[in-house]
C-alpha cells in the first residue's frame, strides 16, 4: 500500500526505512489512540520517533529523538494525509532522563510537556502508567494490556532482533516525579 501509514512510525525505529510494514499489517484505523508521533530537527534533518501519549499533556519517548523544534502529532493514522482527527501540538518542553548518555543509549527515555493539552477524542486517548514488567517487542512502544510497558531505544534497520528497550517500570519513579514538577512548575 503506498501510503505511509502512522503505524509505521510505531513499528520502526527512526534510524528505519518507512517504506514497509515489518513482520505485521495495517491496524484499525485509530485503534491505538495513545500513540503519538514525534517529529523534530536534528542537523538541519527531518526525524520522526514513535511516542506514548501519557497524559493530555505529556508524552513518553525516547531520548535520542531529540531535537529542535520537536512537534507531537495525534490522531492519525494516515501520515501522509491530513486528517479531521489529527491535533499537532508543538513541545513546551523536552525532559530527558538526567543520567542518559547518547554515546551509548543508557537511560534513553525523555518525556515531552506539550505546549497545551490534547483533547481527548476517539482518536487521541492516554495510555496508563505500567504496574508491572512484560517482556519485550520489537520497534514501537510496547503495549500490553493497555499500559506502556517499554519504549525503543535502538535496534536493526531492518527490524530484525535484537531491537533494546526502555522498560517503563524501571523509571516509574522519574517519570511520575517529573510529569508533577513540570504541571505544578516548580523547580525540579
Same mark, same amino acid.
Request: proline content about 7%; aromatic content about 8%.
Given at each position: 500500500?503506498?501510503?505511509?501509514?502512522?503505524?509505521?512510525?510505531?513499528?520502526?525505529?527512526?534510524?528505519?526505512?518507512?517504506?514497509?510494514?515489518?513482520?505485521?499489517?495495517?491496524?484499525?484505523?485509530?485503534?491505538?489512540?495513545?500513540?503519538?508521533?514525534?517529529? =523534530?530537527?536534528?542537523?538541519?534533518?527531518?526525524? %520522526?520517533?514513535?511516542?506514548?501519549?501519557? %497524559?493530555?499533556?505529556?508524552?513518553?519517548?525516547?531520548?535520542?529523538?531529540?531535537?529542535?523544534?520537536?512537534?507531537?502529532?495525534?490522531?492519525?493514522?494516515?501520515?501522509?494525509? &491530513?486528517?479531521?482527527?489529527? &491535533?499537532?501540538?508543538?513541545? %513546551? +518542553?523536552?525532559?530527558?532522563?538526567?543520567?542518559?548518555?547518547?554515546?551509548?543509549?543508557?537511560?534513553?527515555?525523555?518525556?515531552?510537556?506539550? +505546549?497545551?493539552?490534547?483533547?481527548?477524542?476517539?482518536?487521541?486517548?492516554?495510555?496508563?502508567?505500567?504496574?508491572?514488567?512484560?517482556?519485550?517487542?520489537?520497534?514501537?512502544?510496547?503495549?500490553?494490556?493497555?499500559?506502556? &510497558?517499554?519504549?525503543?531505544?535502538?535496534?536493526?534497520?531492518?527490524?530484525?532482533?535484537?531491537?533494546? =528497550?526502555?522498560?517503563?517500570?524501571?523509571?516509574?519513579?522519574?517519570?511520575? %516525579?517529573?510529569?508533577?514538577? =513540570?504541571?505544578?512548575?516548580?523547580?525540579?
Amino acid at each position: 500500500m503506498q501510503p505511509l501509514l502512522l503505524l509505521l512510525a510505531f513499528l520502526l525505529a527512526h534510524e528505519a526505512g518507512t517504506e514497509d510494514i515489518i513482520g505485521g499489517h495495517e491496524a484499525k484505523p485509530h485503534s491505538h489512540p495513545y500513540k503519538a508521533l514525534v517529529q =523534530f530537527l536534528l542537523k538541519d534533518q527531518k526525524n %520522526r520517533c514513535s511516542s506514548v501519549l501519557l %497524559r493530555k499533556d505529556f508524552v513518553l519517548t525516547a531520548a535520542h529523538c531529540w531535537g529542535s523544534p520537536i512537534m507531537v502529532t495525534l490522531g492519525t493514522h494516515n501520515i501522509q494525509e &491530513q486528517e479531521r482527527t489529527q &491535533q499537532v501540538i508543538p513541545v %513546551r +518542553e523536552a525532559i530527558c532522563h538526567p543520567d542518559y548518555n547518547p554515546k551509548n543509549f543508557v537511560n534513553d527515555i525523555m518525556l515531552l510537556k506539550l +505546549e497545551r493539552k490534547a483533547k481527548q477524542t476517539a482518536a487521541v486517548w492516554p495510555l496508563s502508567l505500567p504496574r508491572g514488567t512484560a517482556q519485550g517487542d520489537s520497534w514501537g512502544p510496547l503495549i500490553c494490556e493497555n499500559m506502556a &510497558q517499554s519504549i525503543c531505544s535502538y535496534g536493526q534497520k531492518n527490524g530484525t532482533p535484537p531491537a533494546v =528497550f526502555m522498560k517503563v517500570s524501571h523509571y516509574l519513579p522519574w517519570i511520575k %516525579r517529573t510529569m508533577k514538577c =513540570f504541571s505544578q512548575q516548580v523547580s525540579c
